[in-house]
């Protein structure tokens, strides 16, 4: 798949959603919020690409993903690989994947959001997962040093996909900090705002 | 003889809710409910800036975000003994009743309509039929004979295809799936229309929160919006118009399609309404404040016992000590070091895991009681103390549904029907369309007071030196939602978050007394021990929350939860 996935449509139907999911307060599982908001800090992009950090959004994803011509999502992978592995995902080997039986309601996700947008006919007609194996998603916010290093090579390789799909992207001269509050020292200094 | 049932999340991805069920002669003798997963958030708190638990809160699900926000803020506001400015409040009570709108919209079509709608079965259905049946029971300009044809069409081709992907996991030609083909397609087409309102609905909370799901617009203290009304920038006239015209759209949807579906539901299905009653005492919090100090509610909070209405006792403030006094936990049979049933800002989080153990220990989530009682929690318990207390909306609301599907199912409903598994369901509708009426006229509230000239949104404060302790309430989706907090020289020195899931999805606690999914299991019916059907419905029918803490995605698809039989 090379070519851009909205084809020959003029530059005011394209939309890409970066997204980054994780939970952000479980170690490991906030390397998708990390990745994106990492992202942002490194580079400029179009208005007409979205990048944001969704959390764990379950069918919640919806909203984020239905206007999208094209989707990069950024998550942790359940894979019998070393932590830190790294692996790029089409969305044909995302929809191949068997589902199992929905215990609560919220286990839908992504596959499940995927799926019931195309049965609207809407939808996003690329979709990207770059996923990371983690070493620990235990309650304790902050990246192993496995998943810290592989998340800076998922910013490169959601540039470089972005890149690929024809999106123009700048480097900035002075990356801005990226807000990982997560990661913050305990009490803040300064004044009550 | 009787035999196990155990649905039981079997990987680490999402699934954290296990559910035990002995069935003997065809129904459910016994129960149990256990999370398996700890959530272990309130430690990561401890030492932090209570300007900042917000941030985090609105982190422990990924579903919930803006509830736990909303309650975070009011704890330490509590604490601290502050108000916040009426525009802070109103834009507030806006988000949260759109996210409500969004959040009751998905739970009924998206996550649970597939227990009661066969959809394969909508493949027999004539559209046309369809149609009309529509067009008698609403007014609802997309029920048309084109819309219906177009679904048959759009389904048959997924079939065909092979791509009945999202509808994978039904339970297609169980026994106890009733509905007429017709009635199948109705919801199938209302299952897409659906997708959009809850798009439109989360649009008012992005719009005001600045992003969804994390938002991004409070403060202890009000809000982080900007008022002035000729600046593109801040919140203006445009931005307030666009809210109200997308929040009508919302609940014109509400009110004729969702409320009409459950109506049509319930009457299909009346062999039902004697299951799924389980705990009937009943925990509601007053929620939408119309004040700064947080003593008059727009919608309403109290307590019931054992089903009776008549001596419902009110919940009247924010600061109202009959709520503070008497919440505890339990974690006798919960895996956690001790035996103690205690006060939230008393309690300590130390996990300590034993085996499963149905006799003994056997969840992570602890047993949340009222007066040492377990109680309901969930829009009903919200329905059940506004119709027992005369609140207007909700009173005409819950007798618009009873009398809908009164005359579908040719029999006079009273709201007793209401203490069951699709009780909970017509509940979650009727609080919609309360929510619905009320987020209009909160707009309202709030465009009237920027008129008068007040832009005020943030009321500044100090920490004070020593010990404070506060509470922050808020009705979620799901139900009661209390955030406790202790602060001490102005950090965090305890912080404790009671949520719906657990009052609701609890474990016994030391006298045994089983929590509300346990004990609204016990005498379902289970036709065929495979495939679990009616427990799913149950379940399904409160709307739990105890799966979104952690989302590792599985590229490769592995199972997702199984079920077993003993």
């Not at chain 1, 993903?65 to 990069?72: C, K, Q, S």
């Not at chain 2, 119709?387 to 618009?400: C, F, M, Q, S, T």
Request: include cysteine.
């Amino acid at each position: 798949m090379n070519e851009p996935a909205w084809g020959d449509d003029p530059p005011v139907h394209r939309r890409v959603a970066v997204v980054g999911l994780g939970n952000v307060l479980l170690g490991d599982d906030g390397l998708g919020p990390f990745v994106v908001r990492h992202f942002e800090a490194r580079y400029d992009y179009p208005p007409w690409v979205s990048v944001s950090d969704l959390g764990t959004p379950g069918l919640d994803l919806v909203p984020f993903v239905a206007d999208a011509t094209a989707l990069i999502v950024v998550d942790t992978i359940l894979l019998d690989e070393p932590p830190g592995t790294l692996r790029l995902y089409r969305q044909e080997q995302l929809l191949a994947a068997p589902r199992g039986q929905r215990l609560s309601p919220h286990d839908p996700g992504l596959v499940e959001t995927l799926q019931m947008l195309a049965f609207c006919g809407d939808g996003p007609r690329e979709v990207l997962l770059v996923g990371v194996v983690p070493h620990l998603c235990a309650p304790r916010p902050g990246l192993s040093a496995a998943a810290r290093a592989a998340a800076e090579q998922a910013v490169e390789m959601v540039a470089e996909e972005l890149r690929r799909m024809g999106v123009p992207l700048i480097q900035r001269l002075q990356p801005l900090e990226a807000d990982i509050f997560w990661e913050r020292s305990l009490v803040r200094e300064g004044e009550a705002q | 003889m009787s035999k196990r049932i155990v649905i039981d999340p079997i990987t680490r991805i999402e699934g954290h809710l296990r559910i035990d069920v002995e069935v003997e002669q065809g129904a459910v003798k016994d129960a149990w409910s256990s999370g398996q997963m700890w959530r272990g958030i309130e430690p990561i708190l401890k030492g932090r800036d209570p300007r900042d638990a917000w941030l985090f809160t609105q982190r422990i699900c990924g579903v919930c975000t803006t509830v736990h926000a909303i309650t975070s803020v009011r704890a330490v506001e509590n604490a601290l003994g502050i108000e916040v400015p009426l525009n802070a409040q109103y834009i507030r009570n806006i988000i949260i009743a759109a996210h409500c709108l969004h959040d009751h919209i998905v739970h009924f079509y998206q996550l649970s309509a597939l227990d009661w709608v066969d959809v394969v079965s909508a493949l027999k259905a004539d559209p046309d039929k369809t149609a009309a049946l529509a067009e008698s029971l609403s007014a609802w300009p997309r029920n048309s004979k084109h819309e219906m044809r177009a679904v048959k069409a759009k389904l048959a081709e997924f079939v065909e295809r092979g791509q009945l992907g999202i509808f994978a996991n039904g339970y297609w030609g169980h026994p106890a799936m009733k509905l007429p083909p017709e009635v199948n397609l109705l919801a199938v087409a209302h299952y897409l229309q659906a997708l959009e309102y809850q798009r439109i609905a989360n649009q008012v909370v992005a719009l005001l929160g600045s992003k969804t799901p994390n938002i991004q617009n409070l403060a202890v203290g009000g809000v982080a919006n900007a008022i002035n009304l000729d600046n593109p920038a801040t919140l203006n006239m445009d931005k307030l118009y666009k809210i109200k015209g997308l929040l009508e759209q919302a609940a014109a949807f509400v009110q004729q399609v969702y409320l009409v579906d459950l109506a049509a539901v319930a009457a299909m299905y009346a062999d039902w309404l004697p299951y799924g009653k389980g705990v009937t005492n009943y925990l509601a919090v007053p929620d939408l404040p119309l004040d700064r100090a947080g003593k008059v509610f727009d919608l309403p909070g109290g307590t019931i016992f054992d089903a009776n209405l008549s001596a419902v006792q009110e919940i009247k403030s924010f600061d109202d000590p009959y709520f503070r006094d008497n919440v505890s936990e339990s974690i006798a049979r919960a895996w956690y070091d001790g035996d103690w049933e205690r006060h939230p800002w008393e309690e300590e989080t130390v996990p300590r895991y034993t085996d499963y153990d149905p006799n003994g220990r056997y969840s992570w989530v602890k047993a949340p009681r009222f007066q040492g009682k377990p109680m309901q929690v969930g829009p009903l318990a919200q329905v059940l103390v506004g119709y027992a207390l005369g609140h207007e909306p909700i009173k005409r609301w819950a007798d618009v549904v009873l009398e809908t599907a009164g005359t579908l199912a040719k029999a006079k409903l009273s709201p007793a029907i209401l203490h069951s598994t699709l009780g909970r369901h017509a509940a979650r509708g009727i609080r919609a369309a309360v929510m619905a009426e009320l987020a209009l006229k909160h707009w309202q509230l709030l465009v009237e007071n920027i008129g008068k000239g007040d832009t005020e949104i943030f009321t500044p404060w100090d920490y004070p030196k020593g010990e404070i302790r506060g509470f922050g309430f808020h009705e979620a989706p799901r139900g009661t939602l209390s955030h406790w907090v202790v602060i001490r020289d102005g950090a965090i020195a305890n912080y404790q978050a009671v949520v719906p899931s657990t009052w609701n999805a609890g474990p016994r606690d030391a006298k045994g007394q089983k929590g509300p999914y346990e004990a609204s299991l016990v005498g379902n019916p289970i036709a065929d021990p495979e495939r679990p059907l009616e427990v799913l419905r149950t379940v399904h029918s409160f709307d739990p929350c105890l799966a979104c803490a952690i989302h590792t995605l599985d590229p490769e698809g592995r199972e997702l939860a199984r079920v077993r039989t003993l």
